[in-house]
């Protein structure tokens, strides 16, 4: 019995074709059940997200079998095969195996280590059990998958560093004031990239957020969307001194807060900090207020160049997260090599209770006991007898029977006690 | 021989902390306040035997003071801890209590054996005086970071330790209660030093040199505080004076006993 997976990502498909092979969760038990039709195909999970699509089956014929899937779903989506084909890959046994692990982690998605995917991955293992068919293998695979994209996001910082520009902003904010609980944010301009910044704002919990534009509808819009508080522009300078965070991207040729505002706000807010994130180009807010005691100034390019930096970081904690992955492939190796032991091992116990039946048998006839308790006792004998010697063999196969040589050692069970031929 | 294994456990501490800050294994930062606990019990049970032994609480002795101040180092450092959790703090005091371990093995000969050893009044003081210094070191401690971690955000130049250090405020958190739980506490140990030199000593070591830099210290952490509660100073200025406040701290412990003999 073998793992398999066939599919294609944003990597290996463009999105005309990803689009038209995408399985919503309606359409999920039909495919389903065209992939179950198959009697070799003992067990499917399909995964199918806006950015990949793919099958994992369990087959005792994988060359067969998954040229059968992709004959499936060439037909189904109306795709021609050969196309198909040529944008899919795949990876059988240990490489499947990896390949999951490393996309619930995040390491093979478009944005390295976005943490979606893992929501995404659980799900489909979850509808695989209602729709699909899940048994000893996949059910373990899912296991595996969980605890492995658990112990990446845990014991690495592959999701740490803000790869967007307005998130990075938030996150510095973050790191200024800790919680932004008990904080306001002043936005001005009511463009996407403010409403983007706004948005991460209010899901770090901010308390208020004024909103101001030229054009005092559109403020009332943003902040009605993202429930903040519409401020008159010729105005906003009067909330300066209550606001922590101040977020500027308008179109204005000219700085819309200069430095005497700022130093104003300031000595009325007895120098608390102030955060000042500058979208805009030209730019809005004057680089010189930067220099103002307990104020931070980031402009478009300081904080791309802090995207570019954890784009780094990332790819740093990326190695380390690979290590766990492979830690946890060969994990899953040894638990599918010691499915192979156990019937070994229930083989070889079988043979010596045949041999210890048979021989208390004859040996009760011939010297004739009919005592029940003498006959309890024997049995008794000859079992504790069978379980010593049997012990230290059945304990090292179990333990190394999953190693290297495992072969080797069952095979050579297989040849002392004649297990095959007993078959 | 147990506070050779403190210190050893304290070694170990520092060193999977400084793992965990290159490595970023988060396992290796609850390993290392492990180290540091067991580290800090055995600490304890030290004083405690010492204590029993002789009969004398063990700060007669320079070997002895430096033992009781390595525990109540690491005691802050566990209670800010719970507080904040933020092992980075661990890394700046283990090196600082290991060094004043080291020492331990240094005076080991010297026992002036004083014959006040055993005043009420000295129990209150010394364990207070050591206590409200531990967190003075933590608010010079603090200051630090916040040098450190201001200094990258306004320069927009994240160095390696960025990641590790907490947020600016809380950072001045930290500092502030620090400074203001230190200074209580402090406050308590110099009122009963001063009974103790009263009443014990007739007034004649009221004008000790180690008083004297001890009434300086404190006055110097109740200016800062008064400043920071009357909203005067900025959290850089309350940084700076942490860091001077904490100097005279140093003087006071070591330029007093070691040269002065005050």
Not at chain 1, 94 to 108: M, N, Y
Not at chain 2, 96 to 112: C, E, H, R
Request: proline share 3%; charged share 20%.
């Amino acid at each position: 019995m073998q793992l398999a997976v066939l599919g294609l990502n944003h990597n290996t498909a463009p999105v005309e074709l990803r689009e038209k092979l995408a399985v919503p969760e309606d359409r999920l038990p039909y495919f389903y059940a065209q992939i179950l039709q198959n009697e070799r195909i003992y067990e499917a999970m399909i995964l199918s997200t806006c950015n990949r699509v793919e099958y994992y089956i369990v087959t005792d014929d994988f060359l067969c079998n998954v040229e059968n899937v992709l004959q499936i779903i060439s037909e189904e989506n109306s795709v021609d095969y050969s196309k198909l084909r040529n944008h899919t890959y795949i990876h059988c046994g240990s490489e499947a195996v990896r390949h999951i692990f490393k996309v619930a982690s995040g390491l093979d998605s478009l944005v390295l280590g976005e943490p979606q995917i893992f929501g995404q991955v659980k799900d489909s293992f979850r509808l695989a059990n209602i729709h699909g068919k899940m048994d000893k293998l996949l059910k373990k695979l899912d296991e595996f998958t969980i605890k492995t994209s658990k112990k990446v996001r845990t014991n690495t910082g592959i999701s740490e560093n803000p790869i967007t520009v307005s998130y990075s902003a938030v996150e510095l904010a973050k790191k200024i004031f800790g919680e932004l609980k008990n904080k306001s944010a002043l936005i001005i301009g009511a463009g996407e990239m403010c409403e983007l910044a706004a948005k991460h704002l209010r899901n770090a919990d901010i308390s208020e957020i004024f909103v101001t534009n030229r054009t005092y509808s559109k403020a009332e819009n943003l902040a009605q969307e993202i429930n903040g508080i519409p401020v008159d522009f010729e105005r906003f300078t009067e909330y300066l001194k209550k606001t922590d965070i101040v977020i500027s991207s308008t179109g204005a040729p000219y700085y819309v807060l200069e430095h005497a505002q700022v130093k104003n706000a300031m000595t009325s807010r007895k120098y608390e900090p102030m955060f000042f994130i500058d979208i805009a180009v030209p730019r809005d807010i004057d680089p010189k207020i930067n220099d103002i005691e307990n104020t931070y100034v980031y402009d478009i390019d300081d904080l791309k160049s802090v995207v570019e930096a954890n784009k780094k970081a990332r790819e740093k904690e990326a190695v380390k997260a690979m290590e766990i992955v492979e830690q946890s492939v060969n994990d899953f190796h040894k638990w599918v090599e010691s499915l192979k032991i156990v019937p070994v091992i229930k083989e070889m116990r079988g043979m010596f209770e045949d041999i210890k039946e048979m021989e208390l048998e004859r040996f009760i006839n011939k010297s004739k006991i009919e005592d029940e308790q003498t006959k309890k006792l024997l049995n008794n004998i000859l079992n504790s007898y069978m379980n010593k010697v049997l012990h230290t063999p059945l304990t090292n196969l179990k333990n190394h029977g999953t190693s290297k040589n495992k072969y080797t050692l069952t095979e050579a069970v297989n040849t002392i006690f004649n297990l095959e031929e007993k078959k | 021989m147990i506070y050779d294994i403190v210190i050893l456990l304290y070694m170990l501490s520092l060193l999977h902390m400084s793992l965990f800050f290159f490595l970023e294994y988060k396992k290796l930062a609850g390993i290392a306040n492990i180290f540091a606990l067991t580290g800090f019990v055995l600490n304890i049970v030290d004083i405690i035997l010492k204590w029993a032994n002789t009969g004398i609480f063990p700060s007669h002795t320079m070997n002895g003071l430096l033992i009781i101040l390595t525990a109540a180092l690491v005691a802050v450092y566990i209670f800010l801890y719970l507080k904040y959790k933020r092992p980075s703090l661990l890394l700046f005091i283990m090196p600082i209590v290991i060094i004043l371990g080291l020492f331990t093995f240094a005076f080991k000969d010297i026992n002036p054996a004083r014959d006040f050893a055993t005043s009420f009044w000295l129990y209150i003081h010394l364990p207070f005086t050591v206590v409200g210094s531990a967190f003075f070191l933590f608010a010079a401690i603090s200051g630090v970071m916040y040098f450190v971690q201001e200094n990258q955000l306004k320069n927009k130049n994240f160095g390696f330790i960025y990641s590790k250090f907490p947020p600016l405020n809380v950072i001045n958190n930290l500092n502030k209660n620090s400074l203001n739980i230190g200074f209580a506490v402090f406050t308590i140990g110099l009122i009963a030093g001063i009974i103790w030199g009263l009443y014990e000593w007739n007034g004649t070591l009221l004008l000790s040199a180690k008083l004297i830099f001890a009434v300086i210290t404190w006055a110097v952490f109740g200016i800062i505080i008064l400043i920071r509660q009357t909203k005067g100073l900025a959290p850089r200025g309350s940084a700076l004076w942490s860091v001077v406040g904490f100097i005279c701290i140093v003087i006071m412990y070591f330029g007093v006993a070691l040269f002065l003999r005050g």
